[in-house]
């Protein structure tokens, strides 16, 4: 009986340990279930509170589409500088929905920054968490063009990275680099860029340099289209490639050849090397420094050839070799103090001159300019029509009247003279102003002053392009009072805001917007000083179709005739008061007599004065062709009409002029801007369109620019009430829509 006994305790023993396992095991699903449900329940009421946070919260009632631009905005405002964290980061990490429309919104992503400073190199996975990062704003930008920055102090391998961003070669319109103590950084970068094709690239920005001793990190090179190659002496991985441009640099991106919109930046470059054929140069800075005897950076003249020259700004020169440049039409000097010598050669160099801008360090070229040849009884440069002087000094006042008297004596008058501030108040002290301003046929205008380029021993080769929707650079930008200050050499502080005005000169829409926008800009400067420099383009379009009004058709058709047969009588009624409405309150008298006709002359025109002198030559001649055909009643199809205003704004003479209008120059081009404009759904103008990104249609008050411009400078405004959209084109805000 015992033995049994104990047989069946011991039975009973393992059947309760299994129970217990049993039992356990249960528990600890119920548990793990418990631990789920829990989870579960502490998910939804997360969901549940965040619902209800964005259905009581005012901004999560926003459209995402509001959410999305506010967020660009803010994106682009300046912000603390102890702020390290991007913005696009930092919103994407707020809350889940403003993570979600963050990360759906690419165009907040398109600004890739590698930045590494000798602390971070200590970390082990430094290169890692760049790259991740480096794919995660590839990734979320889609398809949008994105620009890339490297600010590197130390041995930090950028190849990899390059690589990276490689791929994606087609969408870059930015690369900087600027790296410190670079032990094999030239070798590197020319093995990742070389073979790239890049065609939508704009800037290219290389600065490499040794590591000094208690110096401080260069700061990356200022946002213009440029290529910087800096330290690249003797034999170093470039300079081997071969002495041919193409091999140097055009390989990295074919636009550099092919789409002439690029800026180079070389030094030290061989005397005796072979010139650089340059067929679309149009403009061209040269920067030296009077402190380094060493350097001579006039002598780069001899190892560029550029057949199509017509822009050229020195600084910082005191010499000038004896070299003839035919095509130039704008000369700038800035800082050359050129001995009597140099001047001589300076002034034999340049016969085709119509514009001349300087300072004060030389004075002495004014008595030069209206002293006549002996030869020809003419004084030099007989096509100058523009003078531009900045801090004039008072010795100086009887030199600027003197020279402008005799050209008048000669037969070869100045058509323009532009004075920065302290020139003018140095003439009213000399009583000299009033007089400058009564010179008859010579208009007086204020102007901006020409900043100071940073002191580095580089030279420019700026390649313009005709490229819709892309401002040129024109250096030293100078306006009339009527016009806004205009620059794009302006404050890094201060934000480039850059303006594409779409217009017709037919359309008197167009003489609104434009009154209407440079009132905005001067109020926006002049009386609210917000952070903001304007560069202005100006772009053609044509309202009215060829195959509707050809260039020159017989007999020629009255406007209000013509316009009440496309629009209605009625309609065109209505547009006319209401254009007459604007025009009485504003004191622009606007006409609708004379002609129609096509507007391409024109157009042809406007292009050529933007090509020759940018927006401070295209301005003038905006506002004289808008004069003559809304509120004269004259023919701007006519060549004598035509050539009258070019010879006035000082673009060309009248005989030269006509010569121009015969030909075919420019046709294309403007041509191909309209169609283009056509073929993005633009069918009205005026159309401006800001920073490539907003637009607006129709002709607006000033209180709307104002407004919009307060918001770019990051000011609080009331709503915005026109078309303010992203991207181009919203249509038709005129009713001159053919």
């Not at 600890?28 to 829990?38: G, M, N, P, Q, R």
């Not at 930015?174 to 790296?179: A, D, E, K, V, Y």
């Not at 590591?211 to 002496?233: A, E, I, K, N, Y």
């Not at 441009?245 to 690029?262: D, E, I, K, N, R």
Request: net charge neutral; glycine share 4%; proline share 7%.
């Amino acid at each position: 009986m015992s033995l049994i006994s104990d047989s069946d305790s011991e039975s009973e023993l393992v059947r309760t340990v299994k129970a217990i396992e049993a039992l356990e095991l249960k528990k600890s699903h119920l548990l793990k279930e418990a631990s789920e449900v829990d989870l579960e329940l502490r998910h939804a009421i997360s969901k549940h509170g965040r619902l209800l946070n964005n259905q009581n919260a005012h901004i999560y009632k926003l459209p995402n589409e509001i959410l999305s631009h506010i967020f660009m905005i803010c994106q682009q405002a300046p912000g603390p500088k102890a702020m390290h964290v991007p913005f696009e980061v930092l919103v994407s990490h707020v809350s889940s929905m403003f993570r979600e429309i963050a990360t759906g919104t690419p165009l907040l992503w398109t600004a890739i920054v590698v930045k590494v400073r000798p602390k971070q190199l200590l970390a082990r996975k430094v290169l890692e968490w760049k790259l991740a990062r480096v794919r995660v704003y590839l990734d979320r930008s889609g398809s949008c063009l994105f620009t890339t920055s490297f600010d590197i102090v130390g041995p930090f391998q950028v190849d990899q990275i390059l690589n990276l961003i490689s791929v994606h070669a087609a969408r870059w319109a930015r690369l900087s680099i600027c790296i410190k103590n670079p032990p094999a950084a030239t070798l590197e970068i020319w093995q990742s860029l070389h073979s790239i094709y890049a065609p939508a690239l704009e800037h290219v920005s290389i600065w490499l340099s040794k590591l000094s001793m208690g110096g401080t990190s260069p700061q990356p090179c200022r946002r213009h289209t440029t290529w910087h190659t800096t330290h690249f002496q003797g034999r170093s991985a470039f300079a081997q490639v071969s002495t041919s441009p193409s091999a140097l640099c055009w390989t990295a991106s074919p636009t550099f050849s092919t789409s002439p919109y690029t800026e180079f930046h070389i030094i030290n470059r061989p005397p005796d090397s072979t010139p650089i054929l340059l067929p679309h140069l149009r403009a061209l800075r040269v920067c030296g420094d009077l402190e380094d005897e060493t350097c001579h950076a006039h002598r780069i003249f001899r190892t560029l050839s550029a057949p199509v020259l017509e822009s050229l700004v020195l600084k910082d020169l005191d010499a000038f070799e004896e070299q003839v440049f035919p095509t130039v039409h704008t000369l700038t000097l800035h800082g050359c103090p050129f001995s009597a010598g140099e001047m001589f050669r300076m002034l034999r160099a340049f016969p085709a001159l119509t514009t001349f801008r300087l300072d004060e360090s030389l004075p002495d070229v004014l008595d030069l300019l209206g002293m006549p040849d002996g030869a020809s009884g003419q004084p030099p440069w007989p096509h100058l029509k523009t003078l531009a002087v900045t801090s004039m000094e008072k010795a100086d006042v009887e030199l600027l009247c003197d020279m402008i008297s005799h050209r008048q004596t000669l037969g070869t008058p100045l058509a323009r003279v532009f004075l920065d501030r302290c020139s003018r108040v140095v003439l009213r002290r000399q009583d000299r102003l009033e007089w400058l301003q009564k010179t008859p046929g010579l208009q007086a205008f204020a102007c901006i002053s020409l900043s100071q380029p940073e002191r580095i021993i580089i030279f420019v080769l700026l390649l313009t392009t005709t490229i819709p929707h892309r401002s040129r650079f024109h250096p030293d930008i100078l306006l009339s009072t009527t016009a806004p200050s205009v620059s794009p050499v302006c404050n890094m502080a201060n934000r480039v805001v850059k303006l594409s005005v779409l217009n017709d000169v037919v359309c008197p829409n167009c003489a609104v917007a434009q009154h209407e926008l440079f009132a905005a800009i001067n109020h926006c400067k002049d009386d609210l000083k917000l952070p903001l420099e304007f560069q202005i383009e100006f772009l053609p379009f044509r309202l009215i179709n060829t195959t509707l009004l050809p260039q020159d058709y017989e007999p020629k058709v009255e406007k209000i005739p013509f316009f009440n047969n496309i629009f209605g009588e009625e309609n065109f009624t209505k547009f006319q008061e209401t254009i007459a409405k604007w025009a009485v309150e504003k004191g622009v008298p606007i006409s609708f007599r004379g002609v129609v006709s096509q507007s391409t002359r024109a157009h042809r025109l406007s292009r050529k004065a933007f090509r020759m002198g940018g927006a401070q030559m295209q301005l003038p001649y905006l506002n004289a062709i808008f004069r003559v055909h809304l509120q004269e009643g004259k023919d701007i199809a006519d060549l004598d009409v035509l050539s009258d205003v070019a010879a006035e704004v000082g673009i060309m003479t009248k005989a030269e002029a006509i010569v121009f209008l015969k030909s075919n120059e420019l046709e294309d081009e403007v041509n191909n801007m309209c169609d283009e404009a056509r073929a993005k759904g633009i069918t009205g103008v005026p159309l401006v369109v800001i920073d490539g990104k907003w637009a607006v249609s129709g002709g607006q008050s000033s209180d709307v620019f104002v407004q919009i411009f307060k918001k770019l400078a990051g000011v609080h405004v009331a709503n915005v009430s026109p078309s303010f959209s992203r991207l181009v084109p919203p249509v038709g805000g005129t009713p001159l829509v053919v």
